[in-house]
């Protein structure tokens, strides 16, 4: 098939996938508007951000922090903070790809009723996308565990650059929670610093394994999963939690489903339409039969 559409699939939770051209299925239903994206890290890969679970993923090479290890120890929090200011210049480098623009676009079209986002990236953002809903909340803010205040990451930045003046450890691969792979030595060097209103632990905006997504957050979701008239699932495997729940959640609400991924997905099963293609093609070539359809 043309434009890496690789293959697709139509079906029910129950049916078996019949004949129905799966991109013209998607692009009929989509026109109908309402339509509720949820995307994840497969979105951003074409970005130069690595998922975990896609054919690059990096979920074996390297653990993702847990919050508990964060908190627990001021050793682990200097790691992370020490890999992470490296790797967040090439998450801050990153710029949107033709999947976030083609999203950006629907939505400008009128046809989205919300964009909720598992990536903490900002580029849906970055390419024009409002009202995007942050999952597991963005590496672009700062959080203090002890006063609550939320800071811009830039000005941490600016900050853990002056506290660590000789610091010379280069960036090697990035892996997906946006932080770099480095030595002990380069680790023991590294100088944190602390909130600057109270003197609380800062810990990015970002909600790490082992923890909760906000209630209300989900709260939110769940009601824009329920109302919609497509979840629109782009680029995730579904593996995380809070991210199948909104899949069962419109389901079990007889909300029809489309999935695009390179490979399969956790929520197959309860999908109407599955397309496995690369997004930063597939999304364009939806907007293209979408324009051909007037
Ligand atoms: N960019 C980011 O912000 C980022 C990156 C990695 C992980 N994360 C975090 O880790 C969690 C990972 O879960 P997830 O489900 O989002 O990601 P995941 O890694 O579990 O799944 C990504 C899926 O996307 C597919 N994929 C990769 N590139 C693709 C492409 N170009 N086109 C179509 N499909 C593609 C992969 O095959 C895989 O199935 C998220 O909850 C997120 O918070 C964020
Ligand atoms: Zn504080």
């Given at each position: 098939?043309?434009?890496?559409?690789?293959?697709?699939?139509?079906?029910?939770?129950?049916?078996?996938?019949?004949?129905?051209?799966?991109?013209?299925?998607?692009?009929?239903?989509?026109?109908?508007?309402?339509?509720?994206?949820?995307?994840?890290?497969?979105?951003?890969?074409?970005?130069?951000?690595?998922?975990?679970?896609?054919?690059?993923?990096?979920?074996?090479?390297?653990?993702?922090?847990?919050?508990?290890?964060?908190?627990?120890?001021?050793?682990?929090?200097?790691?992370?903070?020490?890999?992470?200011?490296?790797?967040?210049?090439?998450?801050?480098?990153a710029r949107p790809n033709a999947g976030h623009h083609a999203v950006a676009e629907l939505q400008r079209r009128g046809l989205v009723a919300g964009i909720i986002t598992q990536n903490v990236d900002g580029l849906h953002q970055a390419a024009g996308a409002r009202d995007v809903i942050e999952l597991h909340g963005s590496l672009s803010r700062v959080r203090c565990l002890g006063c609550g205040e939320?800071?811009?990451?830039?000005?941490?930045?600016?900050?853990?650059?002056?506290?660590?003046?000789?610091?010379?450890?280069?960036?090697?691969?990035?892996?997906?929670?946006?932080?770099?792979?480095?030595?002990?030595?380069?680790?023991?060097?590294?100088?944190?610093?602390?909130?600057?209103?109270?003197?609380?632990?800062?810990?990015?905006?970002?909600?790490?394994?082992?923890?909760?997504?906000?209630?209300?957050?989900?709260?939110?979701?769940?009601?824009?999963?329920?109302?919609?008239?497509?979840?629109?699932?782009?680029?995730?495997?579904?593996?995380?939690?809070?991210?199948?729940?909104?899949?069962?959640?419109?389901?079990?609400?007889?909300?029809?489903?489309?999935?695009?991924?390179?490979?399969?997905?956790?929520?197959?099963?309860?999908?109407?339409?599955?397309?496995?293609?690369?997004?930063?093609?597939?999304?364009?070539?939806?907007?293209?039969?979408?324009?051909?359809?007037?």
């Amino acid at each position: 098939m043309a434009d890496g559409l690789a293959a697709g699939g139509v079906g029910t939770a129950h049916a078996r996938p019949c004949t129905v051209d799966p991109m013209g299925l998607l692009a009929d239903l989509v026109a109908d508007g309402e339509v509720v994206v949820l995307s994840g890290a497969g979105l951003s890969t074409e970005s130069g951000i690595p998922d975990y679970r896609g054919v690059n993923g990096r979920l074996r090479r390297s653990q993702p922090m847990t919050y508990q290890t964060f908190i627990g120890s001021a050793a682990a929090r200097r790691r992370y903070w020490a890999r992470s200011h490296l790797g967040w210049r090439h998450m801050a480098e990153a710029r949107p790809n033709a999947g976030h623009h083609a999203v950006a676009e629907l939505q400008r079209r009128g046809l989205v009723a919300g964009i909720i986002t598992q990536n903490v990236d900002g580029l849906h953002q970055a390419a024009g996308a409002r009202d995007v809903i942050e999952l597991h909340g963005s590496l672009s803010r700062v959080r203090c565990l002890g006063c609550g205040e939320r800071t811009p990451r830039e000005v941490l930045d600016r900050r853990l650059r002056e506290a660590n003046p000789g610091w010379t450890a280069r960036a090697g691969a990035v892996n997906p929670d946006g932080d770099v792979e480095l030595s002990d030595e380069e680790i023991a060097g590294f100088r944190v610093v602390d909130c600057a209103s109270c003197g609380g632990v800062l810990k990015p905006d970002v909600v790490f394994f082992g923890e909760n997504v906000p209630r209300d957050r989900v709260a939110a979701c769940l009601e824009l999963a329920e109302r919609a008239g497509l979840l629109l699932v782009l680029g995730s495997s579904l593996a995380v939690m809070s991210g199948y729940r909104l899949v069962r959640h419109a389901a079990d609400h007889g909300i029809p489903i489309a999935i695009i991924n390179q490979g399969p997905t956790r929520g197959d099963a309860h999908a109407l339409v599955t397309i496995d293609a690369r997004l930063g093609s597939a999304l364009p070539r939806l907007l293209a039969r979408l324009d051909a359809a007037w």
